[in-house]
Every structure is written in structure tokens, then in C-alpha cells.
């Protein structure tokens, strides 16, 4: 497992730009797979974006497409999530996952061990 930290959450109006960020420690994240999840009260967890390994491959549910980019530094052991033109749907608690196989964090998230513990995102019309 890897420990994951995020930050940048905040509260922003529609429109708006906010970029979160998750640091990772404990191992390299360069050695998982990468992904932001968003949760609101009642529903289940909703994957959001991910990134392979190499960062040569990135996924994208269709409501943030266009909108949202994924990205990751290894050498600082963080990965990003550049939220632009934000609307109040966005409005979740964000939480990044780790995973050594992508295919986990796409199709398997009860699988997903390495979890962080959110950051509220909060979108204002």
C-alpha cells in the first residue's frame, strides 16, 4: 500500500478553475496506477479520471471530459486533477486511489486498497 494526502479542495463558483493534488509516500508512486474518485451523500463513488503507470494513458467518465485533466509528476510523487469550467454537479468530496493495475481502479474499485481521505470540492451557481 501507499500512503495518498490531497489538498487544493476548496469552494468556487460555476465557472471557476481548482486544482487538486495528492502526494503519495511510503513508495514510489511511479509503481501504481492512478485515479481521482468523487463521492456525494447517498450515491456510490464515482470514478472520475485515471492515469497508468507511464502517464501515456488517461481515462475520463464523460461528464467531466473536455473539462478535467489528469496528470502526474513521479519525480514528486504526485498526480493532479486540473479542474476547469467547474459546475455545481462537481460538487463531491475528491479522493485519489492508487492501484498497480489500472484495470483495478476502472472496473474493480472494491478492490482498491490505497485510498486518501478526501478533499471537499464545493461548486456555487
Known amino acids: 500500500q501507499v500512503h495518498l494526502e490531497e489538498s487544493g479542495g476548496g469552494l468556487g463558483q460555476a465557472g471557476a478553475s481548482l486544482r487538486l493534488s495528492c502526494a503519495a509516500s511510503?513508495?514510489?508512486?511511479?509503481?501504481?496506477?492512478l485515479a481521482w474518485f468523487r463521492q456525494v451523500p447517498r450515491e456510490e463513488r464515482e470514478s472520475v479520471a485515471a492515469?497508468?503507470?507511464?502517464?501515456?494513458?488517461?481515462y475520463y467518465i464523460r461528464s467531466v471530459k473536455g473539462r478535467f485533466t489528469i496528470s502526474r509528476d513521479d519525480a514528486k510523487n504526485t498526480v493532479y486533477l486540473q479542474m476547469n469550467s467547474l459546475k455545481p454537479e462537481d460538487t463531491a468530496i475528491y479522493y485519489c486511489?492508487?492501484?498497480?493495475?489500472?484495470?483495478?481502479?476502472?472496473?474493480?474499485?472494491?478492490?482498491?486498497?490505497?485510498w486518501g481521505h478526501g478533499t471537499q470540492v464545493t461548486v456555487s451557481s
Open positions: 486511489a492508487a492501484d498497480p493495475r489500472i484495470d483495478t481502479l476502472l472496473t474493480e474499485v472494491r478492490r482498491v486498497k490505497s
Open positions: 511510503g513508495q514510489p508512486c511511479s509503481n501504481f496506477a
Open positions: 492515469i497508468n503507470k507511464r502517464g501515456g494513458s488517461t
